[in-house]
């Protein structure tokens, strides 16, 4: 089987794959300005499907967590594609650079997700965020999109700057640039630059008390743009943060444990609480992912006892859920600006039954109600903070999950049992064959892990064992 | 002769009619007839299951078992035994009772209306066939999903609040037990079997007593709110208020009886040391809600707020005496449950017709009924008398059970208990006097039962009389499974009163 795929690198396909996308829309653009309007997304899509073909053919001498982030990088992008196509195009922001910076945002998301050295990991998050930066920027006569690059890129330069130091005092403490090595290696100053790194690796993830970008950066950006942010950079930077806490050394977490518990349960309550209280839709929705980062935050902690393989389902699950419902605010919404005040979706259940369905189909994920992924996923988290001992953070985890249903619920109720008003038109610009197919790719994808988790889960243990 | 997987399709099948459902939706008059029908193949194959399990009574319980997630040991576990077949059947005749009651409420999304019933029946046959535990809480969560949109699109009044206010309440416990669940998981993952969610290993796990008190606690509280128990029953009035008539027959008749169902299946084996010592204070609420229910139901103007109230009474009852340590009184808290989701199916079917006809359900516009709709009236006062225990109907038989069974454990429970049904009566008679007798407080004339809601009242009434008169085969085919839990719970009482099962 890896006899095809053995040329000098098979372990950089995916990484070369989306490089070259990246130079290939761009190329693509200059050298056929008169290309047809599908040429550069589906040659976008080509390019992204590479490392998930990889994913699934790769040998087994592949690192774990490179294939499972291959794999889910992969279904993310062609998603976020398949949504931004059509809605980009209607909006008149639609070109190379769109395509490009998405291809090697994930690039930079996959360096981030299988680093094994500080220097990578830094690389990855950077390259990351800063193709983000402009995307969330990529509409340009979009005063509020510039409003949230700003809002993200400034604190982010922050954040930034809090990691180098964290690193730089971890090189210091330790001598070595690789994360398990240093982290071993223990002392109080490799500690100091350990909790200054996850300042940084906090941010990226929105966990409290450092997540109060992330509403008005998601409220700004185009609505697909903020499902490639909040599904894909959440899920490689969790994968970081999962392999700080399995590296760390044991005096090291006594450390960071308390304050990781702490970080986890305020981000459950501010997250769920705060989102109880949004008029908006995409507010709601940021605050939802920052609670849903608070439960990853719980299964971190619990790495030594199946909180990885917890965390890496959940992730999956997070990410079709966030991709979902982004996605279908943005397939919902008119070509002025983002279908966004709660208010506005009344009735429209009756009005789009299936985007509207996908949308509902995703917040009862977000929810954690059965037959969903989320179901699952919300089972396997709370499972592995409980065979930790972390008792106190699961019922209390479990207590603001309810919060989570009551805000998740009252949208569905929008949807579904209010009237529509006659002051928001239900006229959303189309969406496009490929949105549709998407946001149904996904609902599948959650009923799918929701009903039949075994086989993923079967996965995610073969990867998690194979590296450890 | 079981070729096919029976239980499966018990649960499936409504799910799948529902989703064929929005072919119909261009015509009200097609989404009945195929609602109707989906319903009653559901009842035919609840009958054909007593039947297969009649002819040969040593398949019972059937098993339908199949690995799901192998690797945390959960499994598609499905049993059937003799407890579980008589809510299984409840579920189906109370199925098709709501595709008979609901015309008014289905005119504006009729398709959407049907199917959502259908998904309830779907879930509820889970609740009683699960004996995964994970299997178990999934159903029991999903069973909330139906319900919550069949009072949020269809009910009455604020319903959007309502509907939220049940979904709430309900997932707290919900997923309380959830965690339980959970941890349970994990206490018989260290144990001799590995992971596993299976009821029967489980019950044979040692837990520390501290913990089983904890997890039981958990448990509890989910299935109290759902029973309801007093003091967390404040969703049900307004939930049975605003619902719409199925709504309110599928909570009454289903939802409440998956909470005394699971404290039964789960709660009692799973934790026989914590449920014998925590059974006085749920004792105690239980009676205290029976009389709570009684007092407040007096006060009520509105027909459907007073049987909701009626139903917290029932249940709390119920309550005692399943945790009371009789074997009879327990057998009798199952014969109540069958028998109250009969009574209180007819008479929230009832109310529901006379807010069709009537426009309003308050006392201030009845009276007189039974001189005006004679068939009317001789349905509802067989329904009343049924809910106050008449010997010879339904209700009789369970009250009378339990008030022996709680007699011969404590006299004083036992008094209260007697106490209590006699403070029902008050409501009851009551209810019959406002609506029935007396003169009519409006001029509005009140037509009498069309055939079919002849045929749907027919039913209910001819099933009270069935479990009246003839309660052996209820009796018998619950007696087994309950002298299982009973020895598992109170070891010493089953042996001396097995004799008295029936």
Known sequence: ?468 | MRDLPWLTLLIFWPLAAAVAMPLFRRSREACRSYALAAALIEAAMALLVILLFAVGRSSLPATEDVAWIPALGIRYTLTCDGLSLVFVALTAFIGVCCMLASRHDDMKRPALYYALILCSLATVQGVFLATDLFLFALFWEAQLIPVFFLIGIFGHGDRMRVAIKFFLFSAVGGLLMFLAVIALGIYAADGPTGPTFALYDLTRLHLPLATARWLFAAFVLSFAIKIPLVPVHMWLPDAHTEAPTAGSLILAGLLLKTGGYALIRFALPLFPEAAVAYAPVLTVLGLIGLFYASWVALAQEDVKRLVAYSSIGHMGLAVAAIVSGSRLALGGAVVMMVSHGLTSGGLFAQAGMIGERMGSRRFAVLGGIWNKAPRFGAAFLVCVLASAALPGLSGFVGEAMIVFGLFRVDVVTGAFAVLGMAATLIYLLRLARDTLFGPPRSDAPFADLSPRETALMAALVLAMLWIGLFPGPVLSIISAPLDIIAGQVWPAVATVTTGLGL
């Not at chain 1, 903070?385 to 619920?409: D, E, H, K, Q, W």
């Open chain 1, 1 to 468: 089987m890896p006899a095809q795929l053995t040329g000098l690198f098979p372990d950089l396909i995916p990484h070369m794959a989306l490089a070259a996308g990246g130079l290939a829309t761009l190329g693509a653009a200059i050298f056929r300005r008169g290309a047809p309007k599908g040429l550069l997304p589906i040659l976008a899509a080509l390019f992204a499907l590479v490392p998930g073909i990889w994913a699934f053919q790769s040998g087994p001498d592949a690192s774990g967590m490179t294939r499972f982030y291959a794999g889910l990088l992969s279904a993310i992008t062609l998603g976020t594609i398949g949504l931004l196509a059509r809605y980009a195009d209607e909006r008149k922001f639609s070109g190379d650079a769109l395509y490009g910076l998405t291809l090697w945002s994930a690039l930079g998301m996959l360096l981030l997700a299988e680093a094994t050295d500080w220097l990578m990991l830094l690389l990855g998050l950077e390259l990351a965020s800063l193709c983000l930066y402009a995307l969330v920027a990529a509409r340009l006569n979009d005063r509020l999109g510039a409003e949230a690059a700003l809002k993200y890129f400034l604190p982010g330069a922050v954040a930034l700057a809090t990691l180098t130091f964290g690193i730089s005092l971890i090189y210091a403490g330790s001598g070595t640039l690789d994360i398990a090595d240093s982290l071993a290696a223990g002392g109080p100053i490799v500690t100091a630059g350990l909790a200054l790194a996850l300042v940084g690796i906090g941010f990226k993830l929105s966990l409290a008390p450092i997540h109060l970008w992330t509403p008005d950066t998601y409220q700004g950006a185009p609505a697909p743009v903020a499902a490639f942010l909040s599904t894909g950079s959440k899920a490689a930077t969790a994968a970081a943060l999962l392999h700080l806490c399995a590296d760390a050394s044991p005096d090291a977490m006594g450390v960071l444990s308390p304050a990781l518990v702490a970080i986890s349960g305020l981000s459950m309550a501010v997250g769920n609480i705060g989102a109880l209280r949004q008029k908006s839709v995409k507010r709601l929705l940021a605050y939802s992912s920052i609670a849903q980062m608070g439960y990853i935050a719980m299964a971190a902690l619990a790495v030594e006892s199946g909180g990885g393989e917890a965390a890496l389902f959940y992730l999956a699950a997070y990410a079709l859920m966030d991709l979902g419902a982004f996605g279908a605010v943005g397939a919902l919404s008119g070509d002025a600006a983002d279908r966004d005040a709660i208010t506005s979706y009344q009735g429209l259940g009756y009005d789009h039954p299936w985007l509207a369905g996908a949308l509902a189909f995703c917040l009862l994920s977000l929810a954690g109600l059965p037959p969903t992924a989320g179901f699952i996923g919300k089972f396997l988290v709370f499972g592995a903070a409980l065979r930790a001992g972390y008792t106190g953070l699961a019922v209390f985890g479990i207590l603001m999950a309810v919060i989570g249903i009551f805000y998740a619920l009252r949208l569905v109720a929008t949807l579904y049992m209010r009237e529509s008003v006659e002051a928001y038109p239900a006229v959303p610009a189309p969406a496009g064959p490929a949105a549709g197919l998407t946001l149904w790719a996904v609902a599948a994808g959650l009923l799918w892990l929701g009903v039949w988790p075994g086989p993923l889960m079967a996965a995610i243990a073969k990867l998690v064992g194979g590296q450890g």
